[in-house]
């Protein structure tokens, strides 16, 4: 009987090209994403050491972290933005790489755009020079992020130096509440394990709720992995996998799409397989969550309170807990759901898909964001999400009920374009990272999901998503 | 990019007593317009260092300096080893954060855990990140802030040990491959490209296996 792998052991084992004798393998990488903030210097590294893109066809290329949000036509006014955008196709030129820029419909994320397209296939290798490639992990593929000198390397060699991880399986168990969604699942993951809680592991998604979820709902989980300090996430493969990349544009077609499906049903945990750590997390219990500080383990349900520091034990973390309430201007015992907000961001490579925006929708549905919200914005995670929410009426619910609906990007997620908060303002925001500055700064970060974010909006603070219009 | 090889080295110590540190408050994001890598040494933990808002292409040497943060104590001005707490350089993949640490002029990283692609970023750029128990952080955080001077470590690359004034020797434990990355200062590229034969014998194999990814 051979050893019971799990789905990590095999799609290593499928990938390694050698191992030297310190253990470290040179790992084949068969796609990557690439995006105009990561890129420019590897690619100048190429240029200065003459070398050229090993498999340029293996490699798609799109702008998103700096693209404008509206007045797409006037192209980026931001001269240094637009320096970058324009260094990206250019050297997609130079080298033949494919790139959807800023006027194709498929442009957006690039997150959403690779799984759109069936670039992001089952049981494959996938990098791209931003830590949120975790999210193709959803699809039963090895995907995790790199630096730019990583982003050379593949260009160059196809290939990167790794050593094999540790494993860990977080299984979600049993069956979620209604209104509790695969951001609320993660957000709790996060809560439980600590944002260094997966530092050196792949973490496997598995469990009852994690099947049950749609292929978006797995994006969302797996995207987040990186929050818990896991390079990557993954999920085995399914039928709904499967069905989801059926007929995708770069997907295989006929007969070795089925030859494809065939071996990609092979890529599960086999019974018995061993993990370095596995956790349950009881599905039903959790609520939908809100982060009340500047890491995304600061994370509570929505029925919580804002924490006490001196009731913290260990000195760094209750230090940890004081810079993050200073910061955050709240005062301990305040019960999250009488927080103001200032803004609302609906949108990201967490959140910014179809479904996410079919979620916000339903709680807006003839209703009118509240008079103290300054803003509040959806912005779709690509062209093509744009499109099939406005087929589907989206966009009108939305500006009805006084939201902005925006060009895809990644916008207010990291604010590097105009999109940004103001120092001091709250905003309420399906993206994953609610750091210091990260949305502008001083500004202050609250991360939920998209039904959250929405129900905030129309009531200007945070509520219970389980108890509107039931 | 080829790197230099990293020599046994001392250096004074600054200790910034935060856990978490992500790559946003390295380095924050309106600097990562550049499309060099140099330059970001003086916009390094650009929110925490000044009062006003950074821009990129400013002159940094007129900017209001934040008293309160410890990269602006004249005590650690000279400091080429930062001391730091648990999972540092999380967030963010970006590689700017250790050529903004670079670029300022630290050479050798010291917390109880980094970020899995801080960490390899860092590597890659001729920076050694040590990883050491709580308990001697905890140590070394008193003693980089006990006294007026300084705290001075020596680091010994060859020998795996690093040594706090004359407060005993530290094993340090790294990676063979890294070590062997460091004191050689190898470009990778070159390395990997070595193995082109075997690299080109896997993707004919692999073709057979998986057609579609070559499709
Ligand atoms: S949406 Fe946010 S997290 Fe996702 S790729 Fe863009 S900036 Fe990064």
């Known amino acids: 009987m051979p050893t019971p792998r799990t789905l990590y052991d095999k799609i290593w084992d499928d990938h390694v090209v050698r191992t030297d004798e310190h253990g470290t393998s040179l790992l084949y990488i068969d796609r990557q994403l690439v995006h105009e903030v990561t890129s420019p210097q590897a690619f100048e590294g190429l240029r200065l050491a003459g070398r050229k893109p090993r498999r340029p066809e293996t490699h798609l290329a799109v702008p998103d972290h700096n693209v404008p949000t509206t007045d797409r036509h006037l192209g980026i006014t931001d001269p240094i933005s637009r320096i970058q955008v324009e260094a990206l196709e250019a050297n997609c030129r130079e080298f033949g790489i494919q790139l959807f820029d800023m006027a194709d419909k498929r442009q957006g994320i690039v997150h959403v755009i690779g799984p759109e397209e069936g670039f992001t296939l089952p049981g494959i290798t996938m990098v791209c020079g931003d830590s949120h490639t975790s999210t193709h992990g959803a699809f039963g593929a090895l995907a995790f992020g790199v630096g730019t000198s990583e982003v050379e390397h593949v260009l160059a060699t196809q290939c990167l130096l790794q050593r094999k991880s540790k494993s860990m399986l977080v299984s979600v168990d049993g069956e979620l509440g209604r209104g509790v969604t695969a951001k609320d699942i993660v957000l709790a993951i996060i809560g439980e394990i600590g944002t260094a809680g997966g530092t050196g592991h792949v973490i496997e998604y598995g469990g009852d709720a994690i099947r049950a979820l749609s292929m978006e709902g797995r994006m969302t989980v797996c995207n987040m992995s990186i929050e818990a300090g896991a390079r990557a996430g993954l999920i085995g493969i399914d039928e709904k996998t499967i069905d989801y990349v059926r007929g995708r544009p770069m997907a295989p077609q006929g007969e070795l799409f089925e030859q494809a499906a065939e071996h990609w049903r092979s890529l599960n945990s086999d019974p018995g397989a061993e993990y370095d750590r596995v956790v349950h997390i009881d599905a039903a219990s959790i609520r939908p969550q809100v982060t009340w500080g500047t890491s995304p383990e600061m994370v509570l349900p929505v029925d919580g309170s804002v924490p006490d520091p001196a009731e913290i034990a260990d000195p760094v973390k209750a230090g940890s807990y004081r810079h993050a309430l200073a910061y955050m201007g709240l005062t301990p015992g305040t019960p999250l759901a009488e927080i103001p907000l200032d803004k609302v961001f609906i949108g990201s490579c967490t959140n910014g898909r179809i479904e996410d925006l079919r979620a916000a929708a339903e709680v807006a549905r003839g209703r009118k964001v509240a008079d103290s919200i300054k803003l509040a914005m959806v912005v779709p995670g690509s062209g093509l999400v744009k499109e099939q929410a406005e087929a589907e009426g989206l966009d009108r619910i939305f500006t009805e009920a006084g939201f902005e609906w925006r060009e895809p990007g990644c916008s207010m997620c990291l604010a590097m374009n105009a999109d940004r908060l103001e120092p001091g303002e709250r905003c309420a925001s399906t993206s994953n990272r609610n750091f210091e500055g990260r949305q502008g700064q001083g500004g202050r970060t609250h991360l939920v999901s998209p039904a959250m974010a929405a129900a905030a909006a129309i009531h200007g603070r945070f509520v219970d998503v389980r108890e509107e219009g039931a | ?215």
Not at chain 2, 3 to 26: H, S, W, Y
Not at chain 2, 52 to 59: A, I
């Open chain 2, 1 to 215: 990019m080829p790197i230099k090889p990293f020599e046994n080295f001392r250096g004074a110590v600054l200790p910034l007593d935060r856990a978490n540190v992500d790559t946003d408050a390295i380095i924050p994001k309106q600097f990562l317009k550049s499309i060099k890598r140099t330059g970001f040494g003086p916009n390094l933990f650009d929110e925490w260092r000044y009062l006003d808002r950074g821009e990129p292409g400013q002159d940094c040497s007129n900017r209001p300096l934040n008293p309160d943060f410890v990269l602006n104590d004249p005590k650690y001005a000279d400091a080429t080893i930062l001391l730091t707490r648990h999972n540092f350089g999380c967030g963010s993949s970006r590689e700017h954060a250790p050529w903004a640490l670079a670029d300022y002029g630290f050479k050798v990283l010291i917390a109880p855990s980094f970020a899995d692609i801080f960490h390899q970023n860092a590597i890659k750029n001729g920076l050694l990140p040590i990883v050491l128990d709580e308990a001697i952080v905890d140590r070394l955080f008193q003693l980089a802030t006990d006294s007026d001077e300084p705290l001075t470590i020596d680091v010994d690359l060859q020998n795996l040990t690093l040594d706090a004034d004359g407060h005993g020797t530290i094993e340090i434990d790294i990676d063979p491959f890294h070590h062997h990355c460091l004191i050689h200062g190898l470009d990778d590229i070159g390395l990997t490209l070595t193995h082109a034969d075997d690299i080109a014998a896997y993707e004919a194999r692999r073709q057979n296996e998986a057609p579609w990814l070559f499709a």
